[in-house]
Structure formats: structure tokens, C-alpha cells
């Protein structure tokens, strides 16, 4: 599948698979992180109102402290990370945290909410339905862990047989070469041949096109934007399209 390009430049070359980015580009995570955040603020902490649980929930989700970045890195595991930024999330709320079982008790609340939480886009069956329909194959390529990866795939209803990359794969995620290259392999295309569509400019994007891939920037009107993914930020790059849904990209492929 081709798409038009009068320039016969990067976009004139076929496109055989995607990597796709899963929080915020398929998943509402943002949405359901806030949800399940403040579901378990209310059975953990019930002597507080709404107001204190929404500040908890809004200091984990922005992570000031950079904590889900550092876990990208390696530097941090998925579990230290989650507990650091919920001790400082709790600090912001003027909440004790409660130690090591305070965190375990809210997790385990948290788990439960997150897996209800869990919707994609309404754009994303028509998407998956077009790709079935040209034959072309796709692979998940997300910064989250294993286990969070596969509750959310499970639970929003996406394909459950969709391969998948994560932070976990290598100990490292986005935008490192090896997510891309990988998931490139997992559905036998080179990176030439692949498109990665994500809502981030640093992890997808630019991670992307650092990788040999054309990237497509998914940024929804109406929806807030997802932390430090740089919308709006200008791009020259004639490998990336901007586009305001996924209902755009089969369009692309010609």
C-alpha cells in the first residue's frame, strides 16, 4: 500500500507494518489512571473528600519527579517507580503514605479500579479492522511493563494476540533503537517498511524517525495532553504526519 506523494519521497514507499504506541495512542490511560487513582484514594484514605484524592491523583499521573522516565532509563524498576511517585503524591496531598503496606493496600485497590477503567479510543476498531483489511501486521511498542501491558490489552478488548515491546523486553523503552528494531522483527518488516503511530513527540516520534521508521503523531483535539508528549510543538521532518485521529491513517496507506 502506497500513499500518494507527488514528491516520490519518504511516504511513497510501501508500508508493511506498524508499531503502535499503546497509552494515550489506543488506551484513554490518562483517563484511567485518574479514575482508578481516585477509586483507590477513597477506599484507602476515606476520612478525605474528592478534592484531596484528585490531588493525589494528578501529582502521580505529572510525575514532577520524573520517576516513570527514570524506569525507561533502567534506572528505576516498574514497582519502585509506582511506589516513589505514590509517596510523593501522597506528600503533595498532605497524606501519610502508610510505608511499604500502605503502598501495597493502595496498589492492590488501585489494580482492580485500573483493570475496570480500562477503554480504547472510538477510533481504534475501525483502525485495527482497516489494517486486517490491507493485511498488514502490527506490534504494541509501549514504555509500560509486562504485566500492565498485558492487563490493559486484555481487559480494553484489543487484540490479544498483538505482539508486544515493552520497557520490560530489554530493561529500557522508547525512544531506544532496540524497542523499534524489535518490534520491526516481530513482524518480519525492516524499519523502512514500518510506521510507528504514537502521542508522543519524544518517545514515538522522534524515537522513531532516530530508528529508520516514519512516524505519525496522534494528537486529539479535545483531549488533554498526555504528560510531556509536546503537542503542538512544530516538526519539519517530512517523515512525520500529524493527524487528529486514527480514522486518518488507513487514508495514508493509499
Known amino acids: 500500500m502506497r500513499e500518494p506523494d507527488a514528491t516520490g519521497g519518504l511516504w511513497a514507499r510501501p508500508v508493511r507494518g506498524f508499531l503502535l504506541d499503546l497509552d494515550d495512542t489506543l488506551i484513554d490511560t490518562r483517563a484511567a489512571m485518574h479514575s482508578a487513582f481516585v477509586a483507590a484514594a477513597g477506599s484507602c484514605f476515606p476520612q478525605t473528600g474528592p478534592v484531596v484524592h484528585a490531588v493525589l491523583a494528578e501529582h502521580f499521573y505529572a510525575d514532577p519527579g520524573g520517576r ?19 509517596v510523593a503524591a501522597c506528600a503533595a496531598a498532605g497524606l501519610a503514605h502508610g510505608g511499604w503496606d500502605g503502598f501495597q493496600a493502595f496498589e492492590d485497590a488501585y489494580i482492580d479500579a485500573f483493570r475496570a477503567s480500562q477503554l480504547t479510543f472510538p477510533d481504534v476498531p475501525a483502525f485495527f479492522g482497516a489494517l486486517r483489511q490491507a493485511g498488514i501486521p502490527a506490534c504494541i511498542v509501549t514504555n509500560s511493563g509486562d504485566d500492565q501491558t498485558r492487563l490493559k490489552v486484555s481487559a480494553s478488548g484489543l487484540p490479544e494476540d498483538l505482539p508486544t515491546v515493552t520497557t520490560d523486553t530489554f530493561g529500557v523503552g522508547k525512544p531506544d533503537r532496540r524497542m523499534y528494531d524489535h518490534g520491526c522483527d516481530l513482524i518480519g518488516v525492516t524499519p523502512d517498511e514500518a510506521v510507528c503511530v504514537g502521542d508522543s513527540l519524544w518517545s514515538d516520534v522522534m524515537g522513531a524517525r532516530s530508528a529508520g521508521l516514519r512516524a505519525i503523531w496522534v494528537q486529539r483535539p479535545g483531549q488533554p495532553a498526555p504528560r510531556r508528549a509536546g503537542w503542538g510543538t512544530p516538526v519539519s521532518d517530512p517523515g512525520v504526519r500529524v493527524v487528529q485521529s486514527l480514522a486518518e491513517v ?5
Not at 527514570?70 to 505514590?86: H, I, M, N, P
Open 250 to 254: 488507513p487514508g495514508l496507506l493509499g
Open 68 to 86: 516513570f522516565d527514570a524506569y525507561t532509563r533502567g534506572e528505576l524498576s516498574f514497582v519502585e517507580q509506582r511506589r516513589t511517585r505514590y
